[in-house]
């Protein structure tokens, strides 16, 4: 490469030597094979050296993007190189649903799954929970497939890209659904705080949005899954303190997925941003992300509110958002209902990694789990001592990677192995 492949914020130069787009799975398999070390790379949304790697950068763009759906096992295959806006759009084409979606439709199944993004709501699972099966090409270049049959997978599906390339992904898939999305301002933050619980339970999918000074929370976001009823009840003209807001009044070109509460198919709602826009803050932006225990909710809540003169002037805003516990042994979520304080910050790298150790610092009593795609300041032993099954993962990709060609410095920063 003659200019260094960037991610999609530009804060990250990738190292690698090459980068290749293989167009059929043999290729793929003859490239790894013969590669002393890889790394594959999606829509390179990572915020950090998750991706990075010394030797060849491998995308499965290139590959077939057949999308095939069974319907006898409610499930749906795809290439992992796939945005979920894509999938979501021919799923609900074909009258079915995915759980979840995340914030941004633009994301690719496989970056998205292997990394622990999620979307939002006390019982939905972070993305990973809906896979089924993987289908893997490992360091000697051989195809396999990991199903819910082998404990295996339990590993694999939040890993981080240290097993192989992923080359499709098996996800459940449900009945399509309708979702109004009900937008309150101004919720006082003291009652974002006392009745944090239920809130966040008020709905299908429930975002907190906005800054961590002053005396409210900018927007409460509330995706309201809607049943087979006719006449659903009514929007409310407040929530919790908040106003209702009609979006009819966004200017011409936003790249929001706000509705105005009009129901519409769960692919158009779920996400916050539409597919055909630059999503979020389009680039010009980092961002970081903390799991905390749901119990320790409103404590950590006042923990960031006392930071909020420091943490303002950097952010373009955060979110806060709830997940299922789940048994995925990397999932930021593992054995713990979470909440997540999602942090986008403005493009101010010095300051905001001057911000990181203060934000984790208040949020250490809470044995805070960071994103593994997005910006930390936490080092390998403090992040892999909150994750029971650390150990084991490591020894896992020995096991299918003995001579660490998916390793890289990132992973090896984390998990202590020093052959990055």
Request: charged letters at 20%; one cysteine or more; proline letters at 6%.
């Amino acid at each position: 490469m003659t200019q260094p492949l960037r991610n999609w914020a530009g804060n990250v130069g990738y190292g690698a030597a090459s980068l290749a787009t293989p167009t059929s799975v043999p290729e793929l398999q003859e490239l790894v094979a013969h590669s002393s070390r890889v790394k594959a790379i999606g829509t390179r949304h990572s915020f950090n050296r998750i991706a990075d790697t010394q030797g060849t950068l491998v995308s499965t763009a290139g590959l077939p993007a057949d999308i095939v759906i069974d319907d006898r096992a409610m499930t749906v295959r795809v290439n992992g190189a796939s945005p979920y806006g894509v999938l979501a759009g021919e799923l609900q084409s074909q009258g079915y649903a995915l759980e979840n979606m995340g914030s941004l439709p633009h994301i690719s199944v496989a970056g998205a799954t292997a990394t622990g993004t999620h979307g939002s709501g006390d019982h939905n699972g972070i993305l990973s929970t809906s896979i089924a099966a993987i289908d893997l090409v490992t360091a000697d270049g051989e195809r396999i497939t990991i199903d819910r049959s082998a404990a295996d997978l339990s590993a694999i599906a939040v890993g981080l890209g240290a097993f192989g390339v992923i080359v499709g992904l098996t996800l459940d898939i449900q009945p399509t659904f309708t979702v109004r999305q009900d937008i309150f301002l101004n919720v006082p933050w003291s009652t974002a705080v006392e009745q944090f619980d239920d809130i966040m339970s008020s709905a299908y999918s429930v975002s907190l949005m906005g800054r961590y000074g002053g005396p409210t929370i900018q927007q409460l976001w509330c995706k309201v899954r809607l049943g087979d009823q006719e006449d659903p009840a009514p929007v409310p003209g407040s929530l919790y303190g908040g106003s209702w807001y009609d979006d009819a009044d966004l200017p011409e070109g936003h790249n929001l997925n706000v509705r105005g509460s009009i129901p519409g198919p769960w692919s158009e709602r779920l996400s916050h941003f539409r597919l055909d826009s630059a999503p979020s803050a389009g680039g010009d932006e980092l961002q970081s992300e903390w799991f905390v225990d749901r119990a320790h909710a409103a404590a950590a809540l006042t923990e960031l509110r006392a930071l909020g003169d420091r943490i303002d002037p950097h952010l373009h805003a955060t979110e806060i958002r709830t997940c299922a516990a789940d048994e995925l042994w990397l999932s930021p979520a593992y054995r713990r209902q979470s909440v997540c304080f999602g942090f986008t910050w403005r493009n101010h790298p010095d300051e905001v990694a001057a911000l990181l150790p203060v934000v984790e610092q208040a949020l250490a009593p809470f044995q805070p789990r960071a994103h593994w795609g997005k910006l930390f300041a936490m080092d390998g032993a403090e992040l892999t001592a909150r994750y029971p099954r650390a150990a084991e993962f490591r020894d896992l990709t020995r096991r299918y990677d003995p001579t660490g060609k998916f390793w890289n410095p990132f992973l090896s920063a984390v998990f202590d192995q020093g052959d990055g």
